[in-house]
């Protein structure tokens, strides 16, 4: 005999209401970016939303610089959960790649969560095949609030951004960086090349560690010390500057002459404000080959020549960070003889991190 359609419905009931809970997870919610608030930009008035040069620039930097500027290297969300799981929904501009850097570090993100302070990796989004991607970041949360920042790719442009977290939960904007920015203008390197991914770039690692936001203005073969670059830069109140474009001045004629101009001028804005010169790491390709040990030695030269005029002229707060050890010395630093691996940048960081708290 068939039961009746009112002790099946009476029947099922309770385990229907039991299951909701579960079901309702994994359902997601999308947040815009945008809404949430981007940290790494030093300019609002932008023709794309996630560029890091102002759109007044276009017309006044070279176009290598201004593509390159199209990238969101050094930028970042910072947001707070109590979401158990959280996605990332991202559209990437150009879809670049490169031989000698992961896809997660040229186009993916990844995400760190404040543990008392600390921030701790906890997971990635590497992209898929073409420029439209979704990927769970993170899952097995405990459903307390929690601050999160996500960085954004170091090698592509972003189109959307939108952070997925489970329905119901809270979403909120939310920094807990201090005090002014420091600037990084500099090389590929400066701009992430070749970090595994986004938070082992440089800038977001010096970020982190002095919990500090980092604007990162580095453009991969084209830091050359323009003073287009400069009078950009000096339209931002910074609480420290660091220079490190040596190793895309390879006539070595131009390294003093540069340094004489740029730094003066923002001297000239910012009496107070301490300045950073990086002098060029010995890199596998210059501690074994004598003629590229030469062209660096002679680059390193002509830095700590500018550095001393400098000085002489009256310019304080004005700082030089040696090469030697900057990337420890077992050659183990790179991944192509010049560009950065993580422990190269995590050695980089640490030394720069050093030399700025003690003058901050």
């Known amino acids: 005999m068939k039961p009746k359609p009112f002790f099946r419905s009476t029947f099922l009931l309770p385990i229907v209401l039991c299951l909701l809970p579960i079901l309702a997870q994994g359902q997601k919610e999308w947040h815009n970016a945008l809404d949430i608030g981007l940290s790494g930009q030093a300019w609002s008035e932008l023709e794309h939303p996630y560029d890091r040069l102002p759109a007044k620039a276009k017309d006044v930097v070279r176009a290598p610089v201004w593509r390159l500027g199209t990238n969101s290297a050094g930028l970042s969300v910072h947001f707070k959960t109590n979401s158990r799981k959280i996605w990332a929904k991202w559209t990437v501009r150009y879809d670049n790649s490169m031989w000698h850097m992961t896809e997660c570090g040229i186009k993916g993100v990844?995400?760190?969560?404040?543990?008392?302070?600390?921030?701790?990796?906890a997971g990635s989004g590497s992209p898929g095949s073409g420029k439209a991607n979704e990927r769970e970041i993170l899952k097995g949360l405990d459903g307390e609030m929690h601050h999160f920042h996500m960085n954004l790719p170091l090698y592509d442009g972003i189109d959307t951004l939108w952070i997925g977290v489970e329905e119901g939960s809270v979403l909120e904007s939310s920094s807990i960086l201090n005090g002014k920015p420091i600037v990084i203008y500099g090389t590929s390197i400066q701009q992430g090349g070749c970090a595994s991914r986004p938070g082992m770039a440089a800038s977001n690692i010096i970020s982190r560690q002095l919990n500090r936001e980092v604007i990162?203005?580095?453009?991969?073969?084209?830091?050359?010390?323009?003073?287009?670059?400069?009078?950009?830069?000096?339209?931002?109140?910074?609480?420290?500057?660091?220079?490190?474009?040596l190793p895309n001045l390879h006539n070595l004629d131009v390294i003093y002459p540069l340094h004489m101009e740029f730094i003066p001028y923002i001297r000239s804005e910012y009496p107070d404000t301490p300045i950073f010169l990086v002098e060029t790491a010995t890199t596998v390709k210059s501690a074994i080959i004598a003629k590229d040990l030469e062209q660096l030695n002679r680059q390193n030269e002509e830095l700590r020549k500018a550095f001393k005029a400098l000085k002489s002229e009256g310019i304080k707060k004005l700082y030089l960070i040696s090469g030697e050890d900057l990337i420890g010395t077992d050659q183990e630093g790179t991944v192509d003889g010049v560009h950065y691996t993580d422990l190269g940048f995590k050695r980089y960081a640490d030394k720069l991190v050093g030399q700025i708290k003690r003058k901050l």
């Open 216 to 245: 990162n203005l580095g453009f991969s073969g084209n830091g050359r010390m323009e003073m287009e670059l400069a009078e950009l830069i000096a339209e931002i109140d910074a609480s420290a500057y660091v220079f490190d474009c």
């Open 110 to 121: 990844d995400l760190y969560m404040d543990d008392s302070g600390i921030w701790r990796y």
